[in-house]
């Protein structure tokens, strides 16, 4: 004999089975955006407000920015601290990683994360931390980039 019970299950297994697919399909959306945004090899960075390569652009370089909250350079005052998705369109070889500090001037003891040329992009940066800065997630807090080569990022450094 069925009771309550079970309906209350039946009921909540089909509810999780509904939201499975839309945790998914927003997961494809961003892959699909940032998959629309790669320019291919073109030696640039670049940085959106949004998840998934979306929202607005907050810059693109071929090189390094050491602060940006300030006015000059790629990635300027609304730039700072304000990037949820982050794509690597370098050159390979030599300097085709792009690490990103916590802070201005590459200070990589308050906290970095590097960005392979192979990864392409980082289209959801909540779900990554700061190497040297546990528990501090990485979306809307990044202040500083520059290119450095592999050797220059440590195991647990890289954002994926």
Not at 25 to 54: H, I, K, L, M, S
Not at 100 to 115: A, E, P, S
Not at 129 to 158: E, K, L, M
């Amino acid at each position: 004999m069925r009771g309550p019970g079970t309906a209350f299950i039946v009921i909540a297994l089909t509810a999780l089975g509904l939201a499975a697919p839309t945790t998914s399909a927003a997961a494809a959306t961003q892959e699909y955006r940032c998959q629309q945004e790669w320019p291919g090899r073109d030696g640039n960075v670049r940085a959106w407000t949004d998840y998934g390569c979306d929202g607005n652009l907050l810059g693109v370089t071929p090189g390094d920015d050491r602060f940006w909250g300030d006015d000059s350079g790629a990635f300027q005052s609304i730039a700072y601290k304000e990037a949820s998705s982050v794509m690597n369109s370098g050159f390979i070889g030599g300097k085709d990683v792009v690490a990103f500090y916590y802070d201005k001037d590459y200070q990589y003891q308050n906290g970095y994360v590097c960005l392979a040329p192979g990864e392409l992009w980082a289209d959801n940066l909540t779900d990554n931390y700061f190497y040297n800065r546990p528990g501090q997630v990485v979306n809307d807090r990044i202040g500083s980039h520059r290119w450095v080569t592999a050797s220059g990022c440590a195991a647990g450094s890289w954002l994926t």
